[in-house]
């Protein structure tokens, strides 16, 4: 028995020993298998850091238990730029056996902790999860098994983020701070998932609307999963928004590409409470502690399906029975609140939804509030609405925690309205509303005196329901702010003829209403002085019949400032006058600065009735004078307050469609981008998304400058330009910093001194930093050069190094004349004479935009000056004279020019092409050579310009998805604001990291 004993002892110790080195022995196996399943399957950048890594046999045996830390699958094209999974660790759970004795692993159980979970939907449908390999990697996959076996049944999820970002929907939904966990019979395709957890629902909204924002949940339910009928049943699921819960029995189903559903809701805690906790503002740390009494009942049902031309019917039934809440610090209670709220669409069709709150009362302390609202349809937009409440706001201070604010005041509204909103028919609501507010009082510890003596008096009165029946009075508004006053009325009668009568008196200080009544990163000051009357009728207005308008008065702005998040370098008005007429604004003088920026103005705005009270695509005009001593529109086309910053940053501006300014503009100084204007003047026209710019001097550069021409947005995905430009005297080197055209197009420039002149007209795409996309230009013109001088180009380096001539490295050119062509972003040079070291020769070519060039290059040289390169190979030529005789010798540049490719054209080395000249010279074939060789340049320029014509396409296609991009930031930016809110909502703990086995 001992020796068993021993024998039995002896064997479990080896075998604990064996297990624990397991997880080291097989350790590059496992990952190399995962490696190997990933490339196989996986169509995205997996990435994740194997010295992260923690392996187990005892932690759940008989499973291994394999971590990683900083795993993640980044998409491709054309979600590049986003991250679908990132954890800061997963964790898989292996059966031991099947990794030791088995081909293929068996993955048992999946833990992700610490992470996000990015799904995105763009508006074609194509998604960022659908990484698996297209139809015939697939048949591949087929072909060679996968080297895991499914059989979880455990999945965990700690402290994760969901975004789910369905552009196709514009539905959107983040989660935060989710843990959950589920089980069940996974390697299965019929099979229960106990799951069971919670989080936070950060937004969820659905075409702009947001329908929950800032709630917690938990889930505690049994789903049954088909995945054969890809259907999800749930029975007696419990679900929880903050506080209120509520049972889910039914299914989801995707046959294809419909969805199926038919559920039914039921609510779990039939109190008050429950259904408070989802108020906003109400639902804090301090609920805890609130007084509740009163019942609930919740009920509903979705049923149907949803595809691109239906939508489920659906039933919502919430009744609240004499609710009431009190926070316990303050001595008043919102009590006896009643509802019956029921939303009801049977057919599936959106447009007959109904909303029928029957009953809607509560009491502000001893205040009451009753009302009723029934909206039958959306289609004729049928409703009944009823509203009747008085309430003095020094109750509210009472009943509602507000820190740092005192209010006063008495609120009456009195609303009965009925009927049905048709415009065809001119039919609108029968209504008779009164709304005041009197004695109104509202003082900020931020401030020490109080906004008082605010009052407003309003009605609104239809008897017939028709749309010329209807008249909106707000006899009196008005406040008073330390003894500055702001008084007016507004009326407005008879929606046909929209007949109106407004006025306006008194001052405001925007700096001290800003401290009494904060706003959210944003400065505000100033003084506001306002005398304005206005009365007539749209109806004049669009028949200009201006002597039946009424318009007089004026407003005053001083020591004004206004900056924001996105408009950082701010805008001052030190002091801007208007005078108000029936016909326009005149803007009689504005001395302001926009950021560092100094603007004085002057002119009128015309036709502003219209534009604001007309129907859509009215016209705003105007007529301004503009001026500024010195305007860095770098300033405001970066997201830097750094006005030296990169400009690289320069963004598209979008112009609107209903403006029409013409505006004269004169500054002695402009700078944007690297450029600076002096004495710049011109006039611009901004009508119907384009702006024009009209006879623009400036000088720049050392030299001056003129251009007329147009930036056109009407297609936000194609924004052109084109310009005629007028330039005199202008420095060539200056030219090539300062114009990425003339980089591009005229690389030798960077080794040019002097000036030039030109008259040049092109046109063109700009992609969305502003700059030409030099693969869509065209244009021509004619650039006439100075004397000027070329010194260290590769070209020229290129030439001398074949020919061998002992001539200067620099070159003086006397002036000339190059004409020039630009065509699907290639310069084409027309031939033109020029002398090179005091020899005759004549240059044509072209560079296309992506930097490559061809020319040729033909240069008579004096036979004399080979010496006896030339004696030697005419030695046998008896008779031949050489003292007037001339060897034109003609290259072929290629390449690009910091990296020329010249040969001699028709021969490999000098002496070939000099013994080839003198013979055709001899045997009279001179002519024949020539043409030779201005076949095989013509055959290379077609070559060309095929391949920068194919290259220009796909330059413009790409130009164009940027475009895209950028109208899809919108987008990006509304769920990085999402996102952002992720920071702020939650306050996240990584999850604790298991110890790792330490292998020595």
Known sequence: MKKLLFIVIAVFAILMVVLAAVPYLFKDEIFNKLDQELAKTVNAQVYYDRDMLSLSVFKNF??????????????????????????????????????????????????????????????????????????????????????????????????????????????????????????????????????????????????????????????DSKINVDLNEMRFAAKDANLTLNEFGFGVDGFLALPADDIEVDVRFNGDNNDFRSVLSLVPGIYSESFQDLNTSGEMDFSGMVKGVYNESSFPAFQFNLNIDDGMFQYPELPRPVQHVNMDLTVLN?????????????????????????????????????????????????????????????????????????????????????????????????????????????????????????????????????????????????LIDNLEALNYDFSIHGALDLGKMASILPLEEMVLEGRIQADIDAS??????????????????????????????????????????????????????????????????????????????????QELKGDLNLYSSNFNVNEWMTDSEDTDADTTSLELVALPANIDFRMKVEADRITYDNLTLEDASGSMHLKDAVLRLEGFKTKTLGGSLAFDGSYNTRDILHPSFDMTLDISSLGVQEAFQSFVTVRAFAPIAQHVTGNFSTKFSFSGLLGQDMMPVLSS???????????????????????????????????????????????????????FELQLWDYPTRIQGSTGFDGRINYLVAVDVPANKFGSQINNLVSGALGTDLSNTTIPLTFNVGGSYSKPEVSLASADNLESYLANTLKSRLTNEKENVQEQIAAEFKAKEDSLKQEISEKARVARDSVEKEAEKLIESSKEKAVDEVKNLLKGFTNRKKTAEPEKPNPE
């Open 62 to 219: 008989p499973q291994l238990t394999a971590g990683m830390g900083e795993f993640g699958i980044k998409g491709n094209s054309p979600f590049q730029n986003d991250t679908l999974v990132h954890l800061g660790r997963m964790q898989v759970d292996l059966d031991i056996w099947s990794v030791i004795f088995d081909d293929n692993p068996s993955l048992k159980g999946i833990h992700l902790l610490d992470g996000e979970i990015y799904v995105k939907v763009l508006e074609d449908g194509m998604a960022n999860y659908d990484i698996m390999f297209e139809n015939e990697e697939e048949e591949v996959a087929e072909a060679t098994p996968s080297a895991f076996q499914l059989g979880i049944d455990l999945i965990e999820v700690r402290n994760l983020n969901f975004i789910y970002d369905d552009r196709s929907l514009d539905y959107i939904m983040v989660l935060s701070d989710m843990n959950l966990e589920g089980s069940g019979e996974l390697s299965t395709d019929v099979y229960d998932l106990d799951l069971t957890g919670g989080g936070n629902i950060v937004n969820l909204s659905y075409e702009g609307i947001e329908y929950l924002t800032k709630k917690k949940m938990t889930i």
């Open 346 to 490: 049977e057919s599936g069709n959106l447009d007959y939804t109904s909303i029928n709150l029957s009953k809607f009362s509560l009491e502000f302390g001893n205040q009451p509030f009753i009302g009723s609202f029934m909206l039958k349809d959306l289609v004729n937009y049928e409703m009944d609405a009823k509203l009747k409440g008085t309430l003095d706001l020094l109750e509210m201070t009472a009943i509602f925690p507000l820190e740092d604010m005192e209010l006063k005041g008495r609120l009456a509204i009195d609303v009965d309205a009925a009927g049905r909103y048709d415009t065809l028919s001119g039919e609108i609501p029968k209504i008779d509303a009164e709304v005041s507010l009197s004695d109104g009082f509202i003082k900020s510890n931020a401030y020490p005196a109080p906004l008082n003596n605010i009052n407003v008096k309003a009605m609104a009165l239809n008897k017939t329901g028709q749309m010329k029946d209807l008249t909106v009075n707000v006899s009196s508004f008005g406040f008073e702010l330390e003894e500055e006053t702001i008084t007016g009325k507004l």
């Open 536 to 617: 007539g009728s749209y109806e004049a207005i669009e028949k200009k019949r201006f002597n039946q308008l009424a318009t007089s008065g004026e407003l005053k702005v001083s020591d004004f400032y206004y900056a924001d998040p996105e408009y950082p370098q701010g805008i001052r008005i030190h002091e801007a006058s208007t005078e108000f007429g029936p016909q326009a604004i005149q803007l009689s003088s504005m001395d302001a600065r926009f950021g560092k920026s100094p603007v004085q103005a002057n002119g009128t705005l015309s036709n502003y009735m219209a534009y604001l009270l007309g129907e859509a695509g």
């Open 777 to 831: 230009l065209d244009g021509k013109g004619l650039i006439r050069l100075a004397e000027t001088a070329i010194r260290d180009s590769p070209i020229i380096q290129g030439i001398t190094s074949i020919t061998k001539l002992n001539d200067a490295a620099t070159l003086r050119l006397k002036p000339l004349n190059i004409s020039a062509e630009i065509v699907d972003g290639m310069l084409n040079i027309a031939p």
